[in-house]
Structures are given as C-alpha cells and as structure tokens.
T-cell receptor, first 114, second 112 residues
Framework: QQQVKQSPQSLIVQKGGISIINCAYE??????FPWYQQFPGKGPALLIA?????SEKKEGRFTISFNKSAKQFSLHIMDSQPGDSATYFC?????????????FGQGTILTVHP | KAGVTQTPRYLIKTRGQQVTLSCSPI?????VSWYQQTPGQGLQFLFE???????NKGNFPGRFSGRQFSNSRSEMNVSTLELGDSALYLC???????????FGSGTRLTVV
C-alpha cells in the first residue's frame, strides 16, 4: 500500500518556538498534500494544503514547504501557542476519481508548553 | 452551514454483533468517505461513495460495507464484530471533483 511516513511521533515545544513536522510520500500520483489538525474528541480539520506546482505555501503562522524531487513536505508552525497543542496529520491525495481517498501519515502529537 | 453529522457519537457492542453508523454530509456534497482511526494503525481509508456508487475501496475485509442514499447520506455497516474493530469511525464529505474534504466528529465504537 502506498504510504505517507510522518515524523516525529511526538513533539514538545515552548511557547513562541517553531514546530516542524515532516512527511515523505511514495505515490507519485499524489497531487494534493493537506495537513489536518485534530483535537481530542473531534474529527480532523483541514489546516493548510499544497499542490506540487509550488514549493511553499503560507497561511498565517502555518507554512508548508514542499520538495517534489525528494518526495517530502513539511509543516512549520511559527510562534507556537498552547492552543496549537493537538495531533497533526499529513496526507496525500491523487485526485481524479480518488478525490475522496486520503492516505494519512501516522500523526504527530504536538504539545506546546506555556 | 451545518457540518458533517455522524450518529451515534458512542456505541458499545458485543463481539459477533453487527452495527450501523450514519453520516449526513454537508449540504451539496455528493461524496462521502469513511475512515477508521485507531492508536495503532492511525487513520485508514475504508471506502468512498459518490452519487450512490462506491467509487473507492480500502483494504478492509468484507465485513465492512457501506451505502449511500439519494440524498447523499451514507451508512456503514460492520458485521460479526471483533474486538479489533473498536475504533473511532470518521466520515468526511466533499464536492464533485474537488479537494478539501470536511470531517465529522466521528462515532466511537467499543466492542466488548
């Protein structure tokens, strides 16, 4: 099965610090790479996403960096806040008739200490 | 605009029983996907329905099945429940041929 590998499994950051989560994918048919944020008791919520035709996308404190040749992408959270403490999932999607099929990484539990 | 609604939120079933979970997508969304979330396996794709037809299927045994109705509401069924089926079952809905699916809060199934 085509995988998305995510690291680290857990991450502890001080308030105001930078959180970095990395993902690597295998399926070269993927053309959409979203990041989801999940709080306890809730479903994942789309945070930010990127297409492979750009190398970086920024939305507020959240930035995706994308390296197509290395088949890697990462999420950077600048000025991390305690409210950012959640589980983060990267994913890949091949589009076409597979729009509804996301392949997720294993998740990263982020803890931001005040 | 109402989000994706899943019912029930919690379920406790006994091994060998069957269970049906329900998902109401966002109005206008015709695609509904189902995922199983467990601590060990993470988020795994079960299947996707679009316009009442199964469009994609993950690697789960035939005990897991689903269907979609003409109003886009979807149900998934698990027969002959096993302890390992205990999980959070999530559904997500999306529009035609577009990215960015929205998830519901899930149904927590516990098999005892």
């Amino acid at each position: 099965q085509q995988q998305v590998k995510q690291s680290p499994q857990s991450l502890i950051v001080q308030k105001g610090g930078i959180s970095i989560i990395n993902c690597a994918y295998e399926n070269t048919a993927f053309d959409y790479f979203p990041w989801y944020q999940q709080f306890p008791g809730k479903g994942p919520a789309l945070l930010i996403a990127i297409r492979p035709d750009v190398s970086e996308k920024k939305e507020g404190r959240f930035t995706i960096s994308f390296n197509k040749s290395a088949k890697q992408f990462s999420l950077h959270i600048m000025d991390s806040q305690p409210g950012d403490s959640a589980t983060y999932f990267c994913a890949g999607n091949a589009g076409g008739t597979s729009y509804g099929k996301l392949t997720f990484g294993q998740g990263t539990i982020l803890t931001v200490h005040p | 605009k109402a989000g994706v609604t899943q019912t029930p939120r919690y379920l406790i079933k006994t091994r060998g029983q069957q269970v049906t979970l329900s998902c109401s997508p966002i109005s206008g969304h015709r695609s509904v996907s189902w995922y199983q979330q467990t601590p060990g396996q993470g988020l795994q794709f079960l299947f996707e329905y679009f316009s009442e037809t199964q469009r994609n299927k993950g690697n789960f045994p035939g005990r897991f099945s689903g269907r979609q109705f003409s109003n886009s509401r979807s149900e998934m069924n698990v027969s002959t429940l096993e302890l390992g089926d205990s999980a959070l079952y999530l559904c997500a809905s999306g529009t035609d041929f577009n990215y960015g699916y929205t998830f519901g809060s899930g149904t927590r199934l516990t098999v005892v």
